[in-house]
């Protein structure tokens, strides 16, 4: 009897442990050539970017966090290298339950960082891969109506304008067909309510109604809906 009660005991604690896990989020890796500086793992809760853990860094860039997490979203991995530079120093990725490897070297922290574990982090690369060509034609556009060698009479403006437009409209279809295309992913709901949240209605009603049961269920999902009710009740 006793024998048994022990081994119910036993197996309720292993219940619990998985369980746990299915909440759980470690980040870990290696920050080549660091040798003194802060890490912060960090979390935008509302409009207020949050500080989840910290680790002080002194002769060894590895580093390891664990936090609990609702549901999968975007999360920072901040490095303060005490050198007066806030450049190349936070690293965007989109976090999951799991375990997630971070590894990157110290003075190029952000542009040289390789993530794995996380699906959804994953899908949001190829996402912003596939964005990198229209975020460039808009930077040429701004660069060229500010060059002094290019014309600024009324129809070298509405060109560029007009190029602009043309190029906006391209990366908001991109984005829906990506969303449209990726409907059992995480980042979809996202790029719908946060990238391109003043689209047409039908085309972001179309992606919410496709979401995958457990993606309906995840914060950007419900976001979505909640978003589209609202506009619905304002029309």
């Given at each position: 009897?006793?024998?048994?009660?022990?081994?119910?005991?036993?197996?309720?604690?292993?219940?619990?442990?998985?369980?746990?896990?299915?909440?759980?989020?470690?980040?870990?890796?290696?920050?080549?050539?660091?040798?003194?500086?802060?890490?912060?793992?960090?979390?935008?809760?509302?409009?207020?970017?949050?500080?989840?853990d910290?680790?002080?860094?002194?002769?060894?860039?590895?580093?390891?966090?664990?936090?609990?997490?609702?549901?999968p979203?975007?999360?920072?991995?901040?490095?303060?290298?005490?050198?007066?530079?806030?450049?190349?120093?936070?690293?965007?990725?989109?976090?999951?339950?799991?375990?997630?490897?971070?590894?990157?070297?110290?003075?190029?922290f952000?542009?040289?960082?390789?993530?794995t574990?996380?699906?959804?982090?994953?899908?949001?690369?190829?996402?912003?891969?596939?964005?990198?060509?229209?975020?460039?034609?808009?930077?040429?556009?701004?660069?060229?109506?500010?060059?002094p060698?290019?014309?600024?009479?009324?129809?070298?403006?509405?060109?560029?304008?007009?190029?602009?437009?043309?190029?906006?409209?391209?990366?908001?279809?991109?984005?829906?067909?990506?969303?449209?295309?990726?409907?059992?992913?995480?980042?979809?709901?996202?790029?719908?309510?946060?990238?391109?949240?003043?689209?047409?209605?039908?085309?972001?009603?179309?992606?919410?109604?496709?979401?995958?049961?457990?993606?309906?269920?995840?914060?950007?999902?419900?976001?979505?809906?909640?978003?589209?009710?609202?506009?619905?009740?304002?029309?």
């Amino acid at each position: 009897m006793k024998k048994l009660l022990f081994m119910s005991l036993i197996g309720l604690l292993l219940i619990s442990c998985s369980g746990d896990s299915k909440d759980t989020m470690i980040v870990n890796g290696t920050v080549k050539g660091l040798k003194k500086g802060k890490l912060y793992l960090q979390h935008l809760q509302d409009t207020t970017l949050v500080v989840l853990d910290s680790l002080e860094i002194k002769g060894n860039g590895d580093f390891n966090f664990e936090t609990n997490i609702e549901s999968p979203d975007i999360y920072y991995l901040y490095l303060d290298k005490n050198d007066f530079n806030d450049v190349n120093d936070r690293i965007t990725f989109f976090g999951e339950p799991g375990t997630i490897t971070i590894n990157t070297i110290w003075d190029a922290f952000d542009t040289e960082a390789k993530i794995t574990g996380s699906k959804s982090n994953e899908k949001f690369e190829e996402y912003k891969k596939g964005m990198t060509r229209y975020n460039t034609k808009n930077l040429e556009l701004l660069q060229a109506r500010f060059d002094p060698k290019v014309k600024k009479d009324s129809l070298t403006l509405d060109s560029l304008a007009k190029q602009g437009d043309k190029n906006v409209y391209r990366s908001y279809a991109y984005a829906l067909n990506f969303a449209l295309n990726n409907k059992d992913s995480y980042v979809a709901p996202y790029i719908a309510v946060r990238e391109v949240g003043d689209a047409n209605v039908k085309y972001l009603d179309s992606i919410s109604k496709m979401l995958t049961p457990e993606v309906a269920a995840s914060k950007y999902g419900k976001e979505l809906k909640k978003y589209l009710e609202d506009l619905k009740k304002k029309n």
